[in-house]
């Protein structure tokens, strides 16, 4: 199995800017990839960004790309959101991603407990 752990979220302008991060610990060398998912009030779940832990390869969703960078520190199993140019539409509860892939017995998504972003105009 393996446990996230999110933490630097909070309250911002317009503008600014927050790093996110996710310690993964457990089962960590099972993980293919890991991202950040957000989901805003009364809305459904969607990927912002992943990132390959071994190729370092990234993925974004198209409005975040250019602010967002996605990024990892493989010694510390963490996976880091940089947030550049927040805008009142990042608003949202952040989720930390772990895809292990098909595995028998075991879930291929492990999620974070999440963290609250909000932006304010």
């Known amino acids: 199995q393996v446990q996230l752990v999110e933490s630097g979220g909070g309250l911002v302008q317009a503008g600014g800017s927050l790093r996110l991060s996710c310690a993964a610990s457990?089962?960590?060398?099972?993980?293919?990839?890991m991202g950040w998912y957000r989901q805003a009030p009364g809305k459904q779940r969607d990927m912002v960004a992943t990132?390959?832990?071994?190729?370092?390869?990234?993925n974004y969703t198209g409005f975040v790309k250019g602010r967002f960078t996605i990024s990892r520190d493989n010694t510390k199993n963490t996976v880091y959101l940089q947030m550049n140019s927040l805008k009142p539409e990042d608003t949202a509860d952040y989720y930390c991603?772990?895809?292990?892939?098909?595995?028998?017995?075991?879930?291929?998504?492990?999620w974070g407990q999440g963290t609250q972003v909000t932006v304010s105009s």
């Open positions: 991603n772990a895809d292990v892939g098909l595995r028998p017995f075991l879930p291929r998504h492990y």
């Open positions: 457990g089962g960590v060398a099972m993980i293919n990839t």
């Open positions: 990132i390959n832990v071994r190729s370092g390869s990234t």
